[in-house]
């Protein structure tokens, strides 16, 4: 098991002020590097960063922040896509998306060397079984949408054929059309 990155075993607020660090475009990655090394020595704590752990940190949060802003841009361009259909188009593709994500995660781990840990199936597993309970939920709801729909279409029609004087009949056919009966 490779060792945790000198970073990782920061204090949590030291590890903050080196987030906040990396975030500001003035400062650089040796200044960001020195000003951390200062914290560690104020609060006591035997440790120093290198500039290189910092900058391997750094660069793993900006290829982590990459694909979270790639993520939401291609969520946010499906969504706007889908905005006027019904909220389960949004549901299914959300869900397909983690699909797929447990699908590369899994065929990442098959290529590795090292057998995969239990906990790790168990937890792939149930993120599957929790996927499908929900695109069931989701399929659920966009039935009960749709009688609704249909119901309501009925209702207008039902009102519109009658104003407009058609028989009970004809009023009746039209309603068991767009509800579906035959």
Not at 34 to 55: M, T, W, Y
Not at 62 to 82: N, T
Not at 175 to 182: A, F, M, P, S
């Amino acid at each position: 098991m490779a060792r945790k990155s000198s970073i990782d075993l920061l204090p949590d607020e030291i590890r903050d002020a080196l987030h906040e660090l990396l975030r500001d475009p003035k400062v650089s990655q040796l200044d960001a590097t020195l000003r951390i090394n200062e914290l560690l020595e104020a609060e006591g704590v035997d440790q120093e960063v290198s500039k290189s752990a910092v900058n391997r940190y750094s660069q793993r949060m900006d290829a982590i922040g990459a694909k979270m802003r790639q993520s939401r841009q291609v969520a946010e361009m499906w969504i706007g896509k889908l905005g006027n259909q019904p909220q389960g188009q949004v549901g299914k593709l959300l869900n397909e998306f983690t699909r797929t994500m447990a699908f590369e995660t899994a065929l990442h781990m098959s290529e590795g060397e090292d057998p995969v840990p239990p906990k790790l199936l168990k937890e792939l597993s149930l993120s599957i079984k929790h996927l499908e309970e929900a695109a069931s939920v989701n399929e659920k709801r966009e039935r009960e949408i749709r009688k609704l729909a249909a119901e309501e279409a009925a209702g207008i029609a039902e009102t519109v054929a009658k104003q407009q004087g058609m028989t009970r009949e004809g009023v009746q056919a039209i309603k068991d059309e767009i509800l579906g009966i035959r």
